[in-house]
């Protein structure tokens, strides 16, 4: 019953915070409002969803989000660093495969937008198979080094949260 009436839960929880942070007002017509955005969107948007992803551990993606948010900030001292002081014969710019063991489109929809927003990286390419995940580095002294952190860091979580 429930079900019918709030097809996507976590989308309307998300609409309502979204909501909230652009009126950037907490009132209860903000909050019913927000409320009305987050039944009403999912409701109507819920045809379009049919094969839509089950989360296995959606716990885990507290842990992800908070593992990505480190990546970023420690990612930007670096470039920051690499760009301020090594000289260009120094750096080593590469293109890295990164083979997939994730499946879900969802999940490596969520790799490649990870790596891209993770400063020094850039998503490229993706195989036409889905096997493999095309990523430039701005400065990697060793490529597989980069390959083996991206696989641990975020591929092995999301396998645990989509698959």
Not at 71 to 85: C, E, G, M, P, S
Not at 88 to 109: C, F, G, K, Q, Y
Request: net charge neutral; with cysteine; glycine share 4%.
């Amino acid at each position: 019953m429930i079900a019918r009436f709030l097809p996507h839960p976590l989308l309307t929880l998300l609409l309502v915070a979204v909501w909230q942070m652009l009126v950037n007002y907490v009132s209860l017509g903000t909050i019913v409002f927000g409320l009305i955005l987050g039944i009403v969107i999912p409701l109507i948007t819920a045809p379009y969803w049919p094969d839509r992803p089950r989360l296995k551990n959606p716990m885990m993606i507290i842990e992800f989000i908070l593992v990505v948010l480190w990546d970023i900030v420690v990612a930007n001292v670096v470039v920051a660093k690499t760009i301020l002081f090594t000289s260009n014969t120094n750096m080593r710019p590469t293109w890295v495969t990164i083979p997939l063991d994730l499946h879900s489109p969802e999940a490596i929809t969520v790799l490649a937008g990870t790596i891209t927003m993770t400063p020094g990286t850039v998503s490229s390419d993706i195989a036409a198979d889905g096997r493999s995940l095309l990523v430039h580095c701005l400065n990697a002294a060793d490529p597989d080094a980069v390959r083996d952190e991206i696989k641990q860091r975020y591929e092995r979580r999301l396998k645990e949260i989509f698959e």
